[in-house]
């Protein structure tokens, strides 16, 4: 079973960035496919984006293709999202999840979260 952690959100201005981390512990995030999810207040949680093992394979929702990046480091058991020209709409908890496959894009597929972390945007 592994364990993941988030880590590296933040009140940012629109037009912004931030670089979250999604860390592991008690397994080897490099068996897994990882994916990003948001839950802005009184919405569904929302995919973002997925990555697979090798880190060769991405998938994004189209609201966030060519600002955010997802990416890992399997070395440091470490996946990363990249977000970049922050617009007000993508303030939400962020969280990462694990999955063995590749490919998921709705959270029931998912087998193992994190605890999630605040992005604010602001305008």
């Known amino acids: 079973q592994v364990h993941l952690v988030e880590s590296g959100g933040a009140l940012v201005q629109a037009g912004g960035s931030l670089k979250l981390s999604c860390g592991a512990s008690?397994?080897?995030?490099?068996?897994?496919?990882v994916g990003w999810f948001r839950q802005a207040p009184g919405k569904e949680r929302d995919f973002v984006a997925t990555?697979?093992?090798?880190?060769?394979?991405?998938t994004y929702t189209d609201s966030v293709k060519g600002r955010f990046t997802v990416s890992r480091d399997n070395a440091k058991n470490t996946v990363y999202l990249q977000m970049n020209s922050l617009k007000p709409e993508d303030t939400a908890v962020y969280y990462c999840?694990?999955?063995?496959?590749?490919?998921?894009?709705?959270?029931?597929?998912?087998?193992?979260w994190g605890q999630g972390t605040q992005v604010t945007v602001s305008s």
């Open positions: 999840a694990a999955r063995r496959l590749y490919g998921g894009r709705s959270s029931s597929e998912y087998d193992y």
């Open positions: 008690g397994g080897i995030l490099s068996t897994y496919a």
């Open positions: 990555i697979n093992r090798s880190g060769g394979l991405t």
